[in-house]
């Protein structure tokens, strides 16, 4: 037999603090219908989400930020079609998408991830039979029923957290199997003070949290024979 060592690799992966910070009146705290004290933390949290999942899909990795997908070293951007136009998505590029994506053992976490500007134009996606186009978004019963909500059999996940149609990122394909992330939630906290604002009667209200997430590849795969592969698979700018 002939040994061979396997290389092993490494990534770090930081956890970065995330704050929010709401001043309340004390007339607010004291005649408001609803408990502001109960409701406002609430609504803090659900901000911290919104920017977590926000630096999950653009961090740039640097400046307190998660890496996100959209600048993985391993992203491969699929180029459009030749003459395509401007703020458009054709099945081309569908089929091309999925063609470069990492699948193995993704299962239930592959997902496409799209701005819902991207709904404009995917009822429109046919694929030619003969002289004719057949619609292949839209269910057998056409704009009279809902839209699908799948393609290539893997859910889309509409958020303004992607680019608008046209600018990369607009639609994504990715294998969140292949995303770490940091989640710290035993160490959120949630807190109140009258102390800092006193003298203006307002209590402050803070949650703070920390998080942190990215792809441990360091390149898209290399196969045997074939293109690279990627968990993280974008379309090309289409201005």
Known sequence: LTSSKPQIGSCELDLHKLTALAYVSGEMLDWS????????P?????????????????????????TGVLYSACAVSVAKETGQAAATIVLDNIIKMDA??????????????????????LPKLTMTVGTAGVPVFLPPNGAAGQPLATLY??????????AALGTLSDIMLVNLSEYIIGDATGKTRTERDIGLKFDYD??????????????????????????????????????
């Open 33 to 40: 219908p609803i408990s502001i004290g109960s409701f406002l």
């Open 42 to 66: 609430d609504k803090l949290a659900q901000a911290i989400a919104w920017k977590e999942d926000d630096k999950f899909i653009n961090g740039s990795g640097a400046a307190g930020e998660p």
């Open 100 to 121: 470069r994506l990492w699948d193995v053992s993704g299962g239930g976490s592959i997902v496409w991830i799209a701005n819902r500007t991207c709904k404009k134009v």
């Open 153 to 162: 059999g893997y859910p889309i996940v509409f958020t303004e957290k992607c």
């Open 202 to 239: 307002q209590t402050a209200f803070r949650v703070i949290t920390y998080t942190g997430g990215l792809c441990p590849w360091r390149s898209a795969f290399t196969p045997k024979a074939g293109d690279t592969l990627s968990p993280v698979i974008t379309l090309d700018a289409r201005a």
